[in-house]
């Protein structure tokens, strides 16, 4: 199979750098590597992708691409977020083919966790 024209990398603001990838660390196990004080790259999280330093977050309701992730467990997974100081801004809802939840991480960015 090729790679070609598949996506094979996204990237995210963050304003809290050391808060996010300490956040993404604790909870999904994402690894991080350094380029300088404002780029990190993160790998374990089944997309490649970084962060690069920036004053603004990515927010649905500002029109920002969602990233879902994973879990064979729901709960532990939305408390892990909020243990790890992420902020549940939509709590576990049902939609066709599972369920799923919102938060914020520590720079504001939107990402979501489903389960079946």
Not at 25 to 50: H, L, N, R, T
Not at 57 to 77: H, Q, R, W
Not at 93 to 98: H, I, K, M, Y
């Amino acid at each position: 199979m090729t790679n070609h024209h598949k996506i094979n990398y996204v990237e995210f603001p963050a304003i809290q750098m050391a808060k996010t990838k300490l956040f993404f660390s604790k909870v999904f196990d994402w690894k991080f590597q350094d380029y300088g004080p404002e780029y990190c790259a993160f790998m374990s999280a089944g997309i490649d992708g970084g962060f690069f330093k920036s004053d603004q977050s990515s927010l649905t309701c500002n029109g920002s691409t969602l990233l879902v992730i994973y879990s064979d467990k729901l709960e532990a997974t939305l408390e892990d977020v909020e243990s790890a100081g992420g902020k549940i801004i939509k709590t576990i809802f049902e939609f066709p083919g599972g369920r799923r939840f919102h938060f914020t991480e520590p720079s504001g960015n939107e990402f979501a966790v489903w389960g079946e």
